[in-house]
């Protein structure tokens, strides 16, 4: 069995084509989506990633402000130019750039961040309304990991979900999300003492962290759908993800491959959030 890959830059592409209608429906209203992205520093990573979503913006017809500054930039500094997006009106999402410089509190930064705002889905009001099952922005990588899987069209319902790393960004939310499309789910980390156990038994294995060859072809079950949300470098410094792709991809029935899997569509559920801001605030 050779799997079906699961193409996350063929599926961006036409979301954004449905969020770049709506976008342009709220624009013949006088509301133009707007998104605040700010980059402390010069972390070169991070000025490849605001540059494609500050692009990714323009091309969904969604008004972008990019606001860079120093790595000097004092926290309080931070803290009152992000209050200051808060109480803009033509602005309809936030997203400060992680990482920032060590001496400022990301958590604190996070949380100033209005939740009407809050299209990262990263704030504790945030992830309170995902445990809840309430209404809210959902974090955008989880939220395209759920998105990939649907197009596979295989029903979540009754079955078993695997999610590897338990981060507040990526692992919990993901858990949560694939529980409430009713599948049954199991959190797996650095403590789990038997990775491949647990693997071998799911329907669906979702990785997140950050480590190669996490997931084998000996640790997947037949026909199984696997979503690699990790982003490493190959001894050659290709980039790959935590699955051992070559292996897996015979034993798999559907797969992401890294890159052009899951990282076109973070991006696109970023652009989403951001758009439905817009929407219920056009209301």
Known sequence: MTAQLI??????????????????????RGHRPGLAVVLV?????????????????????VHSVLEK?????????????IDALNRNPVVHGILVQMPLPPHIDPRRVVEAISTQKDVDGYSVLSAGELFAGLPGFRPCTPLGCMKLIETTGVSLVGRHAVVIGRSSTVGKPMALLLLQANATVTICHSMTPDLTQHTRQADVVVTAVG???????????PGAVVVDVGMNRT???????????????????????VPGGVGPMTISMLLANTIESAERCAR
């Open 7 to 28: 193409d996350g830059t063929a599926l961006a592409k036409k979301i954004r084509v449905e969020l770049a209608g709506r976008a342009a429906a709220l624009v013949a």
């Open 235 to 257: 001894d050659a410094g290709q980039l790959c993800g935590d699955v051992d792709f070559p292996g897996v991809r015979e034993v798999a029935g559907w797969i992401t491959p």
């Open 69 to 81: 500054y120093p790595e000097a930039l004092t926290e309080n500094d931070l803290l009152a130019r």
């Open 41 to 61: 520093g010069d972390d070169p990573a991070s000025q490849v990633y605001v540059r494609n979503k500050v692009k990714a913006c323009a091309d969904a017809g």
């Open 211 to 221: 480590r190669r060859n996490t997931l084998t072809a000996t640790m997947v079950k």
